[in-house]
């Protein structure tokens, strides 16, 4: 892996992974302990609208998929907070009108040529320079937000009823919740793609839980993990010629499954054991 790292396009890619697990960490966790995984996941596929705006305007790639990606973030906050019962249809049907409308908007950009298969499965290794100070910024901006809301965060998080008697203004910290879930998304796209991009924001938060006696060190331990599955899937693609993104991924599916039967003996040990 040492050689690798004389070609820049390869520190790059480390670094993009590095700043990726930022975001997996610390909004992975939210993610997971909100249980709002197919919410992000309509964010997450909605964003496509975001990339087909992109390329039609002749925008930059981030610019364009951060702001569809925001403002489809704000709408199913407004959804889940007014519509409950029918969030997760109306989740859908957002889910398929951005994915639509970025195929549509791609199809109708004069001179296409860029591989969709880059953005369904990601593509790391190309992430620019200027795109990896862009992930910088938005790093900036979570932790300090989730650093000056900690216990606001903390609070929604597990007894929302409580935070309301505690004072917190639950609906707006909500639509800030979506909003970095929105900024988490499009970093992760360029790293593993819309199909997986779920995957790498709940896989390393669900490991962590399970060894996590607090909020914070689950945050810490996921972004580890994060950091772990994304150089492991790169030494191993870059050495078998794979794909980065969905070899980053099946690195962290097998971990997932070796926790799973690590849980699962030690659950049945006791069992066993009184026997």
């Known amino acids: 892996m040492l050689e690798a790292l004389q070609f820049e396009f390869m520190r790059n ?18 993610v997971v302990v909100n249980r709002i995984v197919f919410l992000s996941g309509g964010i997450a596929h909605a964003a496509y609208g975001g990339i087909g705006l992109a390329f ?18 704000m709408v199913m906050a407004v959804v889940t907070l007014k519509a409950r019962h029918r969030s997760d249809t109306i989740i859908g049907v957002l889910w398929a009108i951005g994915m639509a409308l970025g195929v549509i908007l791609l199809d109708l950009t004069p001179g296409y040529n860029v591989d969709l298969m880059s953005f369904l499965f990601g593509s790391i290794l ?27 965060f903390l609070a929604l998080s597990y007894d929302e009823d409580f935070a309301k008697v505690r004072g917190v203004r639950v609906e707006v910290l909500y639509f800030l919740l979506l909003a ?13 793609g819309l199909i997986l991009v779920i995957a790498l924001l709940t896989i390393p938060p669900y490991i962590a ?13 996921s972004f580890l993990l994060s950091c772990f599955f994304t150089m492991v899937g790169l030494w191993i693609s870059y050495f078998f010629n794979l794909t980065s ?22 659950t049945r040990r006791p069992f066993s054991s009184g026997n």
């Open 180 to 192: 970095m879930v929105a900024l988490s998304v499009v970093m992760i796209i360029r790293i593993v």
């Open 126 to 152: 190309t992430v620019p320079t200027s795109d990896l100070w862009l992930m910088l910024v938005m790093n900036i901006l979570i932790l300090l937000t989730v650093g000056y809301f900690y216990n606001d």
């Open 245 to 266: 993104g969905a070899t980053i991924i099946m690195v962290a599916g097998v971990c997932f499954f070796i926790s799973l039967f690590l849980e699962l003996l030690r």
């Open 13 to 30: 890619a480390l670094l993009a992974g590095l700043l990726t697990s930022v975001a997996c960490g610390v909004i992975g966790t939210f």
């Open 56 to 73: 039609f305007f002749g925008l930059p790639f981030v610019v364009g998929t951060m702001g569809f990606a925001l403002l489809v973030a």
């Open 209 to 221: 839980e399970k060894y996590s006696g607090s909020l914070r060190a689950m945050m810490f331990l």
